[in-house]
Structures are given as C-alpha cells and as structure tokens.
C-alpha cells in the first residue's frame, strides 16, 4: 500500500480513460496507488482497462449512486493515508501529487487541497470547475479564483500562491482519508454537483482548513458527463445549493438568507423562462419542489452537523456584483469583505 492512492470514478468514460490514464500511469505511479471505481458504465470501459491497463486496481460498484454514492461506496475498499479523487477527463502534469501532498503533510489540519485547474482545450485559460480554488458568498453562490459565474480569465500567474480556499474542486481533490470517513464521506443525496462544496463546508465547521496549490496543474475537459447547458445539471445545481445552505449555514443568518435567496432564485426562474430555456426553469420549479418536500430529512441532517462562522466567505451578492457592477475577476471583488 502506498501512501496515496489517485482514485478514477468512471461512468461511460472510455474515451478519457484511453487518452488519458496513460499520463495518470506515467506521471503518478511512483507515488501513489492508481484505481479506478467503475459505476455501472455501458460502454466497454471494464472491457478497455482489462486488456489495455490490466495492472490497474479495478472496483465495480454494483448500482449507479452518482459521484458522490460512488466515491462512498469505491473509498470503502481503498486504504491510503490520502485519497486524490480525480475525473477520467483531466490530464496531469509531471510533479502534480508531490506539491500538494508536501503542503498537506506540513499541516494535519489541512482536509483537503485543489492544484491548479485550467482548460485543456485552452491551456492559458483557467477551468471553470475549479480554477485556483473555490470560495462562497454570504448567499451560497460558488465560484473560484479564475472564474466567477460563466466570465473565465487567462492564467497570466495572478493566482500562483497557496492559499486557504472554502471549497477544494471535486474534478482533482486530494483529501486526507481519516479525514473523510470521519465526516462520513460525501452526501450521497446530492447526487452529483456540489457535494464536494458541502464536505469542505462541514470540514470547516469541524476546524480544518481547505487549501490550493497552484504548483500542481492539470487540465481539465469538463462537461465529461453532464454538459454546462444541461437542464439535469440546472436543476442539480439549484437543488443542491439549497441543501448544503440548509445543512450548514449559522443560525442567526438562515432565515434572511432563505428570503434573499427564494427571491433571486425565482428572477433566475424568471430568466430563464425569457430567454426560451423552459426546462431549465421547471428544473427550477422542481429543485424547490424537492427542497421543500424533503425539509424533514434535511433538518435532521443539520441537527447532527456543527454551523460555525467560516472564514474564506464574500459578504456581499456576487451575483449583484458581476451582473450589475460588471465585477468580473477575484481581483476585481471587494477586499475588505471577506471573512
């Protein structure tokens, strides 16, 4: 058993694997346990790492429970100090495990930590799902160094430093495995989106830190299983989010933040609905829908979590800002309003 182990979560991604398992081989081997937790693919993808990557750990999970199911079930069977859970469609660079580990084992408190993630089709930009590294506003609105909402800058070395995020990206996380089961892993009813937000939220409020490292890079696809348009994907995002405010937002701040939010998600139903995209705003319609009828379950989770003030949080609408103030960079945003 090696130190770390570099786990694949493959759903139908047989062409990734093919281009870029190689590189994940070549350039992590030395280092770390190479796995892959297939999760019910129909593609031939068992049949390709059978015969072209035999040496290969191979776990099938036995249904389809999403990536965060997935990860829950496939961590079970992996024994390392750190798990890197990383997407079939992201190549890696030489040198992308031993920075980051390096930073992580200088610092228990460290749960888990993001490289740099840029675009492969185009490498000098910044990737939407984790740029260098994630952060929240007040309201629960994600986005990263590198990328706030659909607005992704060019990577000229402005966010080279490591640093304390909130939010490490699930497309490349590395995560201290004793870590992660003590928090009992991801939330398998979110499914897919944002789940890695809500662990490194709950990972806080437990009093450990969530860093990236820019020093490792890798290149990331994206959109491997759902495209950014995808009304499934909308609808994930918006039921998710309301989730994880739910579980783990302070108390004093839950209910002004849950008006605030139901009306600024009814104008994004309500644009939407405008600009001709009706399934994205049922997919709307049905996240609230979801929210509501399971509002018994989710105040049972939030009873047996810890919601403390976090740092690493933007209190102001980053919404508002990039859409109205046309604030469309992490520089661009106020420093005197973080926590």
């Known amino acids: 058993m090696k130190k770390v182990a570099v786990v694949i979560l493959n759903y139908n991604g047989r062409k990734f694997l093919k281009e870029f ?9 030395q280092l770390a346990d190479i796995i892959v937790a297939d ?3 129909t593609d031939n993808s068992v049949d390709l790492l059978n015969t072209e990557f035999p040496l290969i750990k191979l776990i099938i999970n036995k249904t389809n429970k999403g990536y965060a199911g997935g990860y829950n079930e496939a961590l079970k069977h ?5 798990y890197v859970l990383l997407n079939s469609d992201i190549e890696v660079t030489e040198g992308w495990i031993e920075t980051i580990i390096r930073l992580m084992d200088s610092d228990k408190n460290i749960a888990a930590c993001q490289p740099k993630i840029k675009a492969y089709h185009q490498k000098e930009l910044f990737e939407y799902a984790g740029g260098a590294g994630g952060f929240i506003d007040h309201l629960g609105y994600p986005f990263c160094r590198g990328r706030i909402f659909q607005s992704i800058e060019k990577d000229v070395g402005q966010y080279d430093d490591a640093r304390e995020v909130f939010w490490a990206s699930g497309a490349c996380m590395f995560v201290r495995a004793d870590v992660f089961h003590l928090l009992g892993g991801f939330d398998e009813d979110f499914f897919a989106h944002m789940e890695e937000i809500d662990f490194c939220w709950r990972a806080k409020n437990k009093g450990y830190k969530i860093m990236v490292e820019p020093r490792s890079v890798v290149y990331h696809i994206g959109g491997g299983t759902l495209p950014q348009s995808s009304s499934r994907k909308t609808y994930l995002n918006f039921r998710n989010n309301f989730s994880l405010l739910f579980k783990n937002i302070p108390q004093d701040k839950l209910i002004k ?3 605030i939010r139901l009306f600024l998600d009814g104008v994004a139903g309500l644009k939407f609905l405008f600009e001709g995209h009706y399934k994205d705003f049922l997919s709307v319609f049905k996240a609230h829908f979801y929210f509501y009828s399971n509002l018994k379950s989710l105040k049972t989770k939030r009873r047996l979590l810890e919601q403390k003030q976090v740092g690493q949080v933007y209190h102001a609408n980053i919404v508002f800002e990039h859409y ?5 960079t992490f520089t661009d945003l106020n420093p005197n309003k973080w926590s």
């Not at 992996?78 to 750190?82: F, G, L, P, T």
């Not at 109205?324 to 469309?328: F, P």
């Open 21 to 29: 398992l190689p590189f994940v081989v070549s350039r992590s081997t």
């Open 324 to 328: 109205i103030l046309k604030k469309k």
């Open 39 to 41: 999760n019910c693919s």
């Open 78 to 82: 992996v024994e390392a100090e750190y």
């Open 257 to 259: 933040t849950f008006v």
